[in-house]
Antibody, heavy 117, light 107 residues
Framework: QVQLVESGGGVVQPGRSLRLSCVVS????????IHWVRQAPGKGLEWVAL????????YYADSVKGRFIISRDNSKNTVYLEMNTLRAEDTAVYYC??????????WGKGTTVIVSS | AIQLTQSPSSLSASVGDRVTITCRAS??????LAWYQQKPGNAPKLLIY???NLQSGVPSRFSGSGSDKDFTLTISSLQPEDFATYYC?????????FGQGTRLDIK
């Protein structure tokens, strides 16, 4: 079945870096875009980034632009989110989700990132 | 950037009630709106896409309507499993945006 599994979360100090992974299965990965969406504790959903299939065009929320980089490796069915210069406000559960049209039809269970000294 | 405003922010209702949640966009987005349900500790689940299309496997008591700036999610007869938080989301233009959420509690 269609599945997305996030990993790579953990506790990291402010200013440091962390790389999240989203491994997909059950569909032709190279034909789909993938979003990252985050949710701070007790807060709503916040879109973070998107990478398209094909030319791998990428887009970012203003809050992470210049600090986060989204990439994909079609040979590994994996999307990455490289997070640099982390701040306390980046603390959240990070979800990856498959793009279908204008919406997100399948989501992973999420990985937790805590930025704290 | 397009902003989405949901109302109400929270709502108390009883099993069997009809409930409507609204989502207003700061500019027109045609029908590029989706609705998600999220229960505590779980990932969001797609309910409605393109404003009014029911995602496969979602009960028919859920429905969506609207276009341009004003959208609604309706639950025709609340069931115990429907108590959750609901989000609208637009992808008419970048950046992708979510509404702030509507928490639906048991009265």
């Amino acid at each position: 079945q269609v599945q997305l599994v996030e990993s790579g979360g953990g506790v990291v100090q402010p200013g440091r870096s962390l790389r999240l992974s989203c491994v997909v299965s059950g569909f032709t990965f190279s034909s789909y875009g993938i979003h990252w969406v985050r949710q701070a504790p007790g807060k709503g959903l916040e879109w973070v980034a998107l990478i398209w299939y094909g030319n791998s065009d990428d887009y970012y929320a203003d809050s992470v632009k210049g600090r986060f980089i989204i990439s994909r490796d079609n040979s590994k069915n994996t999307v990455y989110l490289e997070m640099n210069t982390l701040r306390a406000e980046d603390t959240a559960v990070y979800y990856c989700a498959r793009v279908l049209g204008t919406y997100m039809d399948v989501w992973g269970k999420g990985t937790t990132v805590i930025v704290s000294s | 950037a397009i902003q989405l405003t949901q109302s109400p922010s929270s709502l108390s209702a009883s099993v069997g009630d009809r409930v409507t949640i609204t989502c207003r966009a700061s500019q027109g987005i045609a029908s590029a709106l989706a609705w998600y349900q999220q229960k505590p500790g779980n990932a969001p689940k797609l309910l409605i896409y393109d404003a009014s299309n029911l995602q496969s496997g979602v009960p028919s008591r859920f429905s969506g309507s609207g276009s341009d700036k004003d959208f609604t999610l309706t639950i025709s007869s609340l069931q115990p499993e429907d108590f959750a938080t609901y989000y609208c989301q637009q992808f008419d233009s970048y950046p992708v945006a979510f509404g702030q959420g509507t928490r639906l509690d048991i009265k």
